[in-house]
């Protein structure tokens, strides 16, 4: 737990951290990845340790706007 970046899985109390840490693994995104798409099924959580995810709505098929952003201190996908 000590090795994570992410704050909020800092925050969890060890016995908590010890449910999850079995599904956690490390992975890397190339800028502008797509993690989920309107109607997606959510099938996975992220919990961020560099970088920023940005939340967007579509505005139409070519272009979206940020509506929100999770850093280190949250997760994206949620809920599963």
């Given at each position: 737990q000590q090795r994570c970046a992410n704050l909020l899985l800092q925050t969890l109390?060890?016995?908590?951290?010890a449910v999850i840490a079995r599904y956690l693994?490390?992975?890397?995104?190339?800028?502008?990845?797509?993690?989920?798409?309107?109607g997606d099924a959510i099938t996975a959580v992220y919990f961020i340790e560099t970088g920023i995810v940005t939340l967007s709505e579509l505005r139409d098929s070519q272009s979206?706007?940020?509506?929100?952003?999770v850093g280190l201190d949250g997760v994206a996908g949620w809920p599963v």
């Open positions: 109390a060890a016995d908590d951290f693994a490390p992975i890397e995104f190339a800028d502008d990845a797509v993690l989920f798409r309107p979206r706007i940020g509506i929100a952003h």
